[in-house]
T-cell receptor, first 113, second 120 residues
Framework: AQSVTQPDIHITVSEGASLELRCNYSYGATPYLFWYVQSPGQGLQLLLKYFSGDTLVQGIKGFEAEFKRSQSSFNLRKPSVHWSDAAEYFC???????????FGTGTQLKVEL | GAVVSQHPSRVICKSGTSVKIECRSL??????MFWYRQFPKQSLMLMATSNEGSKATYEQGVEKDKFLINHASLTLSTLTVTSAHPEDSSFYIC????????????????FGPGTRLTVL
């Protein structure tokens, strides 16, 4: 069965500092990996996705993530966090075709000014 | 990106009543819609997958007679929580996607803003 673990429930960073959100997955085949952001009152927005190829993927809003097969990880990073990045972030894994995503429990990001 | 709306955004109902939640794709045709449930501090759990014009496929442990899903058109899916009880209180989220063009391609799921259901 597929599963996703986000070990950090809450993370607080200062504005301008770098950010790394951790994600570990378990999946029987080649995984399709995703990071979503959820802001209050808004739907989940896709930040980036990995299917194959270059293991470092770039997303929207200055985010990037690196797929490391040996570590079963897909950590999200941003070099300089903005106050508007405060939100909940979800890592997800799924098969191709846009089906049946399995989500992690999320990481709540707080940004201190 | 494509927009998915949900209505209502919040609903409070009495125990034993039924509640209908609508999910609409506003600018694309959604051949498939997904319904998720999110508990506080927990992950989104997929409840069911619905394809336009056919019966929904429910995940293990989800009562299909309690959570009725209808996907009658390419832009609308509804989730009806029948005889709601306090334990059904949760945040319900839908997503929608277009038809996959190839088996190896990925059609992004676009998520609605969610519906907060509180059953008294």
């Amino acid at each position: 069965a597929q599963s996703v673990t986000q070990p950090d429930i809450h993370i607080t960073v200062s504005e301008g500092a770098s950010l790394e959100l951790r994600c570990n997955y378990s999946y029987g085949a080649t995984p399709y990996l995703f990071w979503y952001v959820q802001s209050p009152g808004q739907g989940l927005q896709l930040l980036l996705k990995y299917f194959s190829g270059d293991t470092l993927v770039q997303g929207i809003k200055g985010f990037e993530a690196e797929f490391k097969r040996s570590q079963s990880s897909f950590n999200l990073r941003k070099p300089s966090v903005h106050w508007s990045d405060a939100a909940e972030y979800f890592c997800a894994v799924g098969p191709g075709g846009g089906n049946k995503l399995t989500f992690g429990t999320g990481t709540q990001l707080k940004v201190e000014l | 990106g494509a927009v998915v709306s949900q209505h209502p955004s919040r609903v409070i109902c009495k125990s034993g009543t039924s509640v209908k939640i609508e999910c609409r794709s506003l600018d694309f045709q959604a051949t498939t819609m997904f319904w998720y449930r999110q508990f506080p501090k927990q992950s989104l759990m997929l409840m069911a997958t619905s394809n336009e014009g056919s019966k929904a496929t429910y995940e293990q442990g989800v009562e299909k007679d309690k959570f009725l899903i209808n996907h009658a058109s390419l832009t609308l899916s509804t989730l009806t929580v029948t005889s709601a009880h306090p334990e059904d209180s949760s945040f319900y989220i839908c997503s929608a996607r277009d038809h996959p063009r190839t088996m190896s391609s990925y059609n992004e799921q676009f998520f609605g803003p969610g519906t907060r259901l509180t059953v008294l």
